[in-house]
């Protein structure tokens, strides 16, 4: 049963992200980057990691996204008039280079963890779930955490110094 | 039954797609769309690795709650670059424009 | 359910404290501050950066891990917070007529200078990489956000726009490479994988995670394949900004290179030196090359930095005790010289960047002509600059090392190099100057900024044995 939901939503997510990047309209591109979202936040269902599933669809699917879709419509951007320029070669080693990177994570894999055991270990009922997270973030984790809302605070002044039409 | 090298076999996939993606696209905010694929395909290895491996600690959990807050910040940052130079978009003439190549 | 205490340990992370202290206060007071009383912001910030410079050294030859092992406290951080502190005490100092001139003088530019410098002081000073990624994300947004600082300049923006896709794919990849580090050694924490390399026997898995933080990192630092965004970002930033970036940044980048090379995989040296013998190669040989027909100063500083950021991943190379602390000192006085000769370029202003707008400098303003010959002549390689010292500590320690191919590259690189450096000297002593424009006076921080990075260039050419000392005491065990 856990097999297809995740043979389904793979196929969902890898779908979706390949429409993400082949779509030429900004929009529908953003609006499927969304659906590859929450995608996402099923496969992490299914690793047992509900705080970032909810966090993934809430924070990233929700806030995050509306934000580019917000940006989008905002400037009325329209196809790929707003960009760089690319050249015919630079789009064959886009191919080239993602084929092999493909190539080789896959024996890498293949290779290299057939050493670690993959069963399943007997994983503590609250694996993933708010109370552990807030625990080992308060705990453990304090500093990247505080340093979190330094970052954050770096992009809201970034923000408002870049974007405001009069500093 | 799923095992580990099936998430990181997606994880890849995902990831090469946003190289790919980042590669060959012209626009801008799609280039950033392209980048956050491959932010997520790191988050789906981080969240894979916490139950396959590491089940005691949260370490892989709590990486991929700070690579969400990043992209966030990210996030920002760039769309309000995109905002700033699509300004000087429509007051300048658009055809004089060079965008420094890559 | 019982209470865990975090591990806090104030005391360790106090220069950290103050540079973030000082950043919040320059962001609180710049909308209270109306008109001209604003002019007292960049006093504070230069201010807290020597504050925390003072307790950076008072620091100094203690050995303390705190916050759950995430942040350490020791010689090496420290000896690489000196570089980031002192290259960001020269940008405040000299940035402040220019912002003038610019009409850009903001609070937020200070303040965004101080985050960044916190980011880089958390990347030299931890054992998680949890901390050296948040801490490279922090410097990262915050120079994509000074790049574009020049708001009205349509270059400015772009390389800000271009330096922000190019960073963000970068660290897509770093991610990449610690999530397939995590996968193979269990653990995010350097001392863990340090344990974990000296006894594995299939390292494929580990080595693909390796590769993609050396890519990732190879973009911070802008090694070879990675270089691209470097010419173009460096040209349409505002200069001081450019001297950041050329400066703080790469050290930081380089400081976690040596971590996670030399310290968590110093076992593995053998595997990857090889690759970065070429990288090295490769990346002094074309920054040098392509530098030879720039006629842009900050183009031509920008390959020039490439080609530096090779002759530092040769000190990488040779690796051990010498070849760490080679990398430092190179690192210290490539700051100073590098800020040096950016100084100048400050001076005249954005408009002036063209190689011929130096004609006949000398006859103009004799300090800067020759300060900026002196600058020159370090980073060529003369003796007896700081260049030629840094060099020949990087050279002699990849010799030690049985890496003599590698030095005579080096050498012959640097050979290469003095044609560009000099041609701007001749410029400036030969030519005839241009235009008749009404001479400037040197404004006091400015001056006061270059007489201290002259102070460095000249003090680590000369008398080099007392940082040299400094940068030995500072290495941490390799393995």
């Known amino acids: 049963m856990q097999f297809f939901i995740f043979l389904i939503v793979s196929i969902i997510l890898v779908v979706a992200s390949i429409l993400v990047i082949v779509q030429r309209n900004p929009v529908v591109s953003a609006l499927f980057l969304i659906a590859a979202l929450c995608a996402q936040a099923i496969l992490y269902l299914l690793l047992n990691a509900t705080f970032l599933a909810v966090i993934q669809i809430i924070?990233?699917?929700?806030?995050?996204?509306?934000?580019?879709?917000?940006?989008?419509?905002?400037?009325?951007?329209?196809?790929?008039?707003?960009?760089?320029?690319?050249?015919?070669?630079?789009?064959?080693?886009?191919?080239?280079?993602?084929?092999l990177l493909l190539v080789e994570l896959g024996v890498v894999i293949k290779i290299g963890l057939s050493k670690i055991p993959s069963t399943e270990f007997s994983l503590d009922p609250d694996f993933g779930g708010v109370q552990s997270i807030g625990k080992a973030l308060f705990t453990d984790y304090l500093l990247p955490f505080e340093l979190t809302s330094v970052l954050l605070l770096v992009a809201m002044v970034g923000a408002i110094v870049l974007a405001k039409k009069k500093l | 039954m799923i095992t580990l090298n099936h998430y990181l076999a997606l994880a890849s996939i995902l990831f090469c797609i946003g190289i790919y993606g980042v590669l060959t696209r012209r626009n801008a905010i799609s280039v950033l769309m392209s980048i956050e694929l491959m932010f997520n395909a790191a988050n789906i290895n981080f969240i894979a690795f916490s139950k396959f491996i590491t089940p005691v600690f949260l370490t892989g959990q709590v990486f991929a709650v700070?690579?969400?807050?990043?992209?966030?910040?990210?996030?920002?940052?760039?769309?309000a670059i995109v905002i700033l130079i699509y300004r000087h978009h429509k007051e300048i003439n658009v055809d004089k424009i060079n965008f420094l190549k890559w | 359910m019982s209470w865990l205490t975090p591990d806090i340990n104030f005391k360790i992370i106090s220069p950290e404290l103050i540079i973030l202290i000082v950043a919040l206060l320059v962001l609180i007071l710049e909308p209270l501050l109306k008109g001209r009383s604003k002019n007292i912001l960049p006093h504070i910030s230069w201010i807290g950066v020597a504050l925390a410079l003072v307790s950076v050294i008072t620091l100094w030859n203690r050995e303390e891990l705190g916050f759950n092992q995430m942040f350490i406290l020791?010689?090496?951080?420290?000896?690489?917070?000196?570089?980031?502190?002192?290259?960001?005490?020269?940008?405040?100092?000299?940035?402040?007529?220019?912002?003038?001139?610019?009409?850009?003088?903001?609070?937020?530019?200070?303040?965004?200078?101080?985050?960044?410098?916190?980011?880089?002081?958390?990347?030299?000073?931890?054992?998680?990489?949890?901390?050296?990624?948040?801490?490279?994300?922090?410097?990262?947004?915050?120079?994509?956000?000074?790049?574009?600082?020049?708001?009205?300049?349509?270059?400015?923006?772009?390389?800000?726009?271009?330096?922000?896709?190019?960073?963000?794919?970068?660290?897509g990849f770093l991610l990449y490479g610690i999530a397939m580090l995590y996968g193979a050694t269990n653990s995010t924490n350097l001392k863990e994988i340090l344990i974990f390399t000296q006894g594995f026997e299939n390292p494929l898995f580990l080595f693909i995670g390796l590769g993609l933080i050396l890519v990732g990192l190879g973009f911070k630092i802008a090694s070879f394949p990675f270089h691209m965004w470097v010419p173009d970002v460096y040209e349409g930033a505002p200069t001081p900004i450019t001297a950041f970036i050329s400066s703080g940044p790469k050290a930081a980048g380089f400081s976690a290179l040596l971590r996670i090379l030399l310290f968590a995989f110093g076992s593995l040296h053998i595997d990857w030196s090889f690759v970065?013998?070429?990288?090295?190669?490769?990346?002094?040989?074309?920054g040098n090359v392509i530098a030879l027909s720039q006629t842009n100063i900050k183009r031509l500083l920008a390959y020039s930095s490439i080609a530096h950021a090779g002759y530092v991943l040769v000190a990488l190379v040779a690796g051990g005790d010498s070849g760490i602390s080679s990398a430092m000192f190179y690192l210290l006085a490539y700051t100073f010289m590098n800020i040096g000769a950016f100084i100048i370029i400050i001076f005249l202003g954005e408009k002036k960047v063209n190689l011929d707008d130096y004609s006949g400098l000398v006859t103009k303003y004799p300090i800067l002509g020759i300060t900026l010959a002196l600058f020159m002549f370090s980073l060529a390689g003369f003796p007896p600059t700081s260049g030629f010292m840094a060099k020949f500590y990087v050279f002699s320690s990849a010799i030690k090392s049985g890496y003599t191919g590698l030095a005579i590259i080096g050498v012959l690189n640097s050979f290469v190099s003095v044609y560009y450096y000099l041609r701007v000297v001749v410029i400036m002593f030969m030519r005839a100057p241009v235009d008749e424009v009404q001479k400037v006076?040197?404004?006091?921080?400015?001056?006061?900024?270059?007489?201290?990075?002259?102070?460095?260039?000249l003090h680590l050419g000369i008398l080099p044995q007392s940082f040299l000392t400094l940068a030995q005491n500072s290495i941490f065990s390799p393995f």
């Open chain 1, 59 to 99: 924070v990233y699917a929700g806030a995050i996204m509306v934000l580019f879709l917000f940006v989008i419509m905002l400037l009325n951007l329209r196809k790929d008039e707003f960009g760089f320029e690319k050249r015919k070669a630079q789009r064959f080693f886009g191919i080239l280079f993602a084929i």
């Open chain 2, 66 to 79: 700070f690579v969400i807050t990043i992209a966030a910040a990210e996030a920002t940052v760039a769309l």
């Open chain 3, 74 to 171: 020791d010689n090496f951080s420290c000896f690489f917070k000196i570089i980031f502190l002192s290259g960001t005490l020269l940008v405040i100092l000299s940035s402040i007529s220019y912002l003038k001139e610019e009409k850009i003088f903001h609070g937020e530019y200070f303040s965004l200078i101080l985050f960044a410098t916190f980011g880089m002081m958390l990347m030299a000073s931890s054992l998680n990489l949890i901390v050296i990624f948040l801490g490279l994300e922090i410097m990262s947004l915050c120079l994509y956000i000074l790049a574009g600082f020049r708001r009205y300049d349509l270059k400015s923006n772009e390389s800000s726009m271009k330096y922000f896709l190019i960073g963000a794919f970068a660290s």
């Open chain 3, 276 to 286: 970065l013998w070429i990288l090295a190669v490769l990346t002094m040989s074309f």
């Open chain 3, 441 to 457: 006076p040197i404004p006091f921080f400015l001056g006061l900024a270059l007489l201290f990075s002259v102070w460095g260039t």
